[in-house]
């Protein structure tokens, strides 16, 4: 369905089609979002699909591409992180986020990167697993710090055989698959051996693989004994119908649980508990792993979706709509789980509108409004690496999807105000144009100079009515000392400590400068990092890459021998011996 315009406000499928749309046009029954929908349509399109479930593939399709306005939306997020087990002789235990590969082994998906990184630092506590990537593993004549600290069993320079670890790699893959008692007989089966042949610090080494392992066990909060994986979906709503919910996804794979995330649904309201589900079945899991179970809290067309689902991940996909036993006490966890974070949500969203009308009002912007709010930032050392960063702050939150980082270059390394000019002028010159418009209030972390640049930039570009504030940090530079800057004003308005309005600045005038922070030390980084063997006659670009490739980074290229440079592609024994004294 679409509008004047041309823009589509609304996508749907259905069996009947003469039945369904003609539900939309009645003369009463609609409710008050559906009524505002239905006034601005002014054209209808329509695809014939072969089934239901390439149905539900196409709406979803076009859901995420074109987000209409009464369409319910999730929010498309990155794929999901893996622990990977890595196929070679002696196997590397990483983190992994993208396409699978089949020479490799993959457990998960988890709920986010610090599940990951906790199960990757137990496996190498239990199971001394190595994390090196395989450039520095290949080029290690000494064990590294790993291994003394009982981390890693020294595969780089056989400090294991390769059966043993073979054997740790296979406990390690078992305990992901939740097979934690074969794990245990197993490593138990060891520590006898060990012990009959009198080799006792290997049988303690056992035995406190053991007491590890039971403790994990102990930890885990949902455990159904069982190496199943599910998922499982509980949605809660606002009590008042505000069109505000949750919806909480909760992973189970081997039996344990992972851990949960909270999806919050744009355009939901108007719309019950069931639709949000069904919506959220559809976007999250298209084009993406699918555990052979899922559990939900509400009756969706379950046909339709698990032909839909299984059609698509190539495996049988079962959706549970009743379920009992240990299965409903982890929807009941689940849907506490999606209750507290609505309320969270609802509290913080509380919180900020307050410290935007405080903001408004000690502003005097209460009759024009303020919404959306663009704040900028220079960061650079010395001069060297100079980024630019300008964060959003729209609809009572960060909109971390409209951060934008600008590299600044041809000005001189240092002047802040040409930088703040040159990033303005990039920012703002299409809005001049006529493309976009100019936000409520632009803020400016700076002093009464950034202001004068930034007023004066604007006003070069036309745009004279841009509401600018300068954020100065003020005496000693104390958070709660912050000086505000009106573009030709003589003094400064200072709030006080505890103003909900100077919270919202802090919070804004924060991410902005670690934005730019994070920018400049990673073009910092690199710039560095390149430079010193940039120094180097003789080293060009094949052979530099070649050497950090191969020793995993200018760090590795430091620490390496002239005999091990030697190695190196394209490095001969003279330029390895002038790379050794260039570095050293």
Known sequence: MMNAAGQVVYVGKAIDLRKRV???FQKSGLGPRMQLMVSQIAGIETTVTRSEAEALLLENNLIKNLTPRFNILFRDD???????LSGHRFPRLGFHRGALDKNHRYFGPFP????????????QKVFRIRTCEDSVFSNRTRPCLLYQIKRCSGPCVDLITAQAYKEDARDAELFLQGKQTEVLESIARKMREAADSQEYEQAALFRDQIQSLRKIR?????????ALDADVVACVAEANGGGRACVNLAMVRGGRHLGDKSFFPQNAEGYDPP?????????HYFNRSVPNLIIVGEKVQRDILQAALAEQSGHKVVINCNPIGERRMWLDMAAENARLALEQMLSRQASQEERLQALQQALDMSGSGLGRIECFDISHTLGEATIASCVVYDNFAMRNSEYRRYNITGITPGDDYAAMRDVLSRRYQKVA????SLPDLILIDGGRGQVSVARDVLVELGLNDANLLG??????????LEQLIFPGAEKPLQLPRDHPGLHLIQQIRDEAHRFAIYGHRAKLGKSRTSSSLQKIDGVGAKRRQSLLARFGGLKGVQTASIEELQQADGISRALAEKIYRELH
Do not use: H, W
């Not at 954020?471 to 709660?480: D, I, L, Q």
């Open 22 to 24: 003609s539900s939309y």
């Open 78 to 84: 990155k794929s999901y992180p893996y622990v990977i």
């Open 112 to 123: 986010n990167a610090g599940m990951v990184r906790e199960s990757i630092q137990l496996l």
């Open 218 to 226: 102990e930890k885990q909060f949902v455990d159904s004994g069982k």
């Open 275 to 283: 639709e949000m589900v069904e919506a959220f079945l559809t976007q």
């Open 433 to 436: 144009e006529g493309e976009g």
């Open 471 to 480: 954020v100065s940090k003020g005496e000693a530079r104390k958070p709660g």
